[in-house]
């Protein structure tokens, strides 16, 4: 069949199998330009791999770093005559490149949250791989099943303890408008740390720990965000940078068993805002990431998830680096994101976009570009007219 995006709302239900290979290559291709990261990770876990910056840290892992890595991730499969979700092809494009380069993959698509999905990976850990050093855990999920109690925890993007009022953009019809977002309740709260805090990463961990599957000197790291002033109330300071507060608690009590466990380390870093399907949905960013794509390309200092987590890799992690923490422990690569001369044009223009200056103040044309990407959509060198199979098994 001839696929063409089919873009609703912040989600788009339709994916391209070649686009989203071409897509994976493209990334591949990157890592590899950039050179060997020497002492770099060789047996990886990463929890959330099928797309945005956990798919770039198994992809900077595998092509930058040589290692064998497992990927889990929750993506609906392909059916006859309908496409499956983008991190299924994803997946399938990039154990295909892995084997071809004599590089290990395997892969598990199921509920990260569940035991069931936790005692699948340790098996085939156990049988296939051997101990791991470098448990990447990227999750970003709108609810979760509590394995243990059962309940349902949905995750919401709220502000706490008053209304929020700010602009918006639609990003498919390219209107700007103002919205509210009602203060989110006690329950909401706990509710977005059940989903997005750091428990699960905890379990994981404990799991790993147990089943004596990670190597001496392990390293784990999860995925933050701050953000600048204007998203606070929605983000830093809302329920999502509540769970986030919690997923710095979890860094810390992982740490303290890794470090006792052969000297490893885990952290949180903080990356920075892009376009992926969990940040597309959130409101009042997506208007901030245009605003910001523009300014940090016209500074030359723009990245992708790819470019990020090489950067991480390459200049934190490994590479005989050393990690560099803030004042909280955290690493950051939201550094160029978050320079003066990055932050004080988005303020300035900020308040002055409107649905009529959109497309000159900010890159809503890059915004749109990089969103349909993550669904194989207007990757260069792809024929989108020509028919396609949409049906494509996991390897
Ligand atoms: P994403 O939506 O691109 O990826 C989420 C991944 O989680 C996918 O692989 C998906 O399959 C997997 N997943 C979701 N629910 C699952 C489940 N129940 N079981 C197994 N896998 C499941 O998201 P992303 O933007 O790459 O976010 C990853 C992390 O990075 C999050 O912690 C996010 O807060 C953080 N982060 C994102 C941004 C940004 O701007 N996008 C910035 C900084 C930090």
Redesign the pocket.
């Known amino acids: 069949m001839i696929i063409k995006p089919k873009v609703r709302g912040f989600v788009c239900v339709t994916a391209h199998p070649t686009g989203c290979a071409a897509h994976i290559q493209e990334q591949i291709d990157y890592v590899k330009s950039k050179g060997p990261i020497k002492n770099g990770p060789k047996n990886v876990l990463v929890?959330?791999?099928?797309?945005?910056?956990?798919?770039a840290s198994r992809i900077t892992s595998a092509f930058g770093s040589g290692a064998k890595t497992l990927g889990?991730?929750?993506?609906r499969p392909s059916e006859e005559g309908r496409p499956a979700t983008p991190?299924w092809y994803n997946t399938i494009a990039f154990t295909k490149a892995a084997k071809a380069a004599g590089l290990y993959a395997s892969n598990i698509n199921?509920?990260?949250?569940s035991d069931d999905?936790k005692k699948q990976t340790l098996d085939v850990i156990a049988r296939e791989m051997g101990p791991i050093d470098l448990v990447v855990y990227?999750?970003?999920?709108p609810r979760?099943t509590h394995p243990k109690t059962g309940a349902v925890h949905k995750s919401t993007l709220k502000p706490l303890g008053a209304p929020y009022t700010n602009k918006t953009v639609d990003t498919d019809k390219g209107i700007v408008s103002e919205v509210t977002i009602e203060p989110a309740n006690e329950t909401e709260t706990a509710d977005t740390v059940a989903v997005?805090g750091g428990e699960d990463w905890e379990m994981w961990m404990d799991a790993l720990i147990e089943a004596k599957l990670l190597a001496p000197g392990a390293t784990s790291v999860?995925?933050?965000?701050i953000g600048p002033v204007h998203t606070w109330p929605i983000y830093k300071d809302g329920t999502?940078g509540t769970a986030?507060i919690d997923?710095e608690r979890a860094a810390k009590a992982i740490h303290q068993k890794l470090d006792a466990f052969g000297g490893g380390r885990a952290f949180i870093s903080?990356?920075?805002?892009?376009?992926?399907?969990?940040?597309s949905a959130i409101p009042v960013?997506p208007l901030y990431?245009s605003i910001l794509y523009k300014v940090m390309k016209e500074a030359g200092t723009h990245e992708g998830?790819i470019e990020q987590m090489q950067r991480l890799f390459a200049t934190q992690l490994y590479n005989n680096s050393a990690l560099k923490f803030d004042t909280e422990g955290r690493v950051r690569v939201?550094d160029w994101e978050m320079r003066p001369e990055i932050q004080e044009p988005v303020s300035v223009i900020w308040p002055q976009v409107t649905t009529e200056n959109l497309a000159q103040l900010t890159d809503i044309v890059g915004y749109r570009a990089e969103f349909l990407k993550?669904f194989g959509f207007g990757v260069a060198g792809v024929n989108y007219e020509a028919e396609v199979e949409p049906h494509v098994a996991m390897l």
Do not use: H, P
């Not at 903080?270 to 969990?278: C, F, G």
């Open positions: 929890i959330g791999a099928s797309t945005g910056y956990g798919l889990v991730f929750f993506e991190g199921g509920d990260a949250f999905i990227s999750l970003a999920s979760r997005m999860a995925y933050s965000y999502i986030k997923l903080v990356n920075k805002a892009l376009v992926t399907q969990a940040s960013v990431i998830c939201d993550l």
